[in-house]
C-alpha cells in the first residue's frame, strides 16, 4: 500500500454552480447539516478552480483527511463571487484572496466574514519575451498588457500601480492564459501577460522564445488567499472549522513534503487537473517553491502583510481610507487545527512513495 490510507474512488464532485440545498443550505447551526453522527456536509469554493492552485482541497479528498474528520466536502465553482456565496448560505468555506480587501473596507460585508487561515502566496508578476525592452512594470506605462479575464483587471491595475504607474497610463486587454496569451504576444496584441507566477513554467514550454518574468517587490505579498467562513459559522460550528482546517493542514503537510504522491493524487482525484504526471508534479513544485512560507506558518496570518497590503490599497486610491487588518482575519484557531501528531503526519508523507 502506498499510503497510510487507501485512496477511494474521489466522492468529490466538481459542480458547475452553486450547490446550494444540496450542501444543507441553511439548516443547522451556521448553516452546516449535520445530524448526529453523520458527516457534516460543506460547499467549498476556492475563487479561481483550477486544482494546481489549490492543491490541498483536492488532496485531503484523495488520501482520505476529510473522511477521517467526518467531512462531506464538495467543491463548488463559484469564480470571483464566493464572499457573496458564503453570506447567502451557499456556500461553508471558500478560498479568496487579497482582492478581497476593497470589499472589506465595507464594515457591513467584513462583520460577517473571516480568514482563519492563509494557505498560499501567489505573486502576480507580468511576463513578457526575454528579447523584448521592458525591464520593469514601470517600463510598460504607455503598453498593452494582457489579462486572463477581465475580473483580473483590478489586479493588473494594483501591480501597476504600485510599480508608479496610475491607471489610464496603460491598456489592459482580456486575451485569455497560458496559449491564447502566448500567441497574443507573438502577434504584438499585447506588450506583456499579467498572471500567477505559476503560469511562467507553462508559458516557457508553450514558447519557443525565453521568456522574461518581471517581478514587483511592492506587490510581492499581494495575493495571498486561504480559506474564509463567516463570523457566524465561526460562533456556532467552529468544532466543525477546526476539523476542515486539520484536513487541510494535513493535506498541506503532504503536498510539501511529497511532491509525488502529492501529484499522483492529485491527478487520481481530478484527470484534468494536469496532462500528466510531469505536469502534476510541476505544478506541485512551483506552488512549494511560492507558498512555503506559508506552510513553515502553519498558516497563521501575519498582521503586518496585511496592513501593509491595505494601506497600498488606501494610497494608490482603491479605498478611501485604511482600516485595521484584523477586521479581515483571525488566528484564534490555528493552535486547535495543528493538535494533532504533526511530526508523525511529516514521516508517514516523507516516507510514502
Known sequence: MPYPRALRVPALALALGLLGAAC???????????????????????????????????????????????????VATVRGAVQQALITGRLQVAGTGLDYIPQAADESISDELKYFMITDNYPWVMITFEDSPYQTAADLRGRRIGVNDPHDTFDAEFLMGAAGVPQGEYELIPVGEDRAALVAME?????????????????????????????????????????????DTLE??????????????????????????????LLEVDPTSAADFEEALDFIETTNEWNRSRYEARG???????????????ELGFIEEPYPADRLFTNELIDAIWDFDVEAEIEAARNAS
Open 24 to 74: 444543507g443550505g441553511q439548516g443547522g447551526q451556521g448553516g452546516i447539516d449535520q445530524p448526529a453522527g453523520e458527516p457534516a456536509e460543506l460547499a467549498i469554493a476556492p475563487t479561481a478552480p483550477l486544482p494546481a492552485y489549490w492543491p490541498f482541497y483536492y488532496l485531503a479528498e484523495g488520501l482520505g483527511f476529510y473522511e477521517e474528520e467526518n467531512l462531506q466536502v464538495e
Open 187 to 231: 502577434r504584438g496584441d499585447v506588450d506583456a501577460f499579467m498572471g500567477p507566477y505559476l503560469a511562467v513554467n507553462t508559458l516557457q514550454e508553450l514558447s519557443e522564445r525565453p521568456i522574461r518574468v518581471i517581478r514587483n517587490e511592492a506587490a510581492e505579498n499581494y495575493y495571498n488567499t486561504g480559506p474564509m467562513v463567516t463570523v
Open 236 to 265: 456556532n460550528d467552529r468544532d466543525v472549522v477546526v476539523r476542515f482546517g486539520r484536513a487541510i493542514a494535513k493535506a498541506m503537510i503532504w503536498q510539501y513534503e511529497n511532491p509525488e504522491v502529492a501529484a499522483r493524487t
Open 300 to 314: 497563521r496570518v501575519d498582521p503586518e502583510i496585511y496592513q501593509t497590503m491595505i494601506d497600498k490599497h488606501a
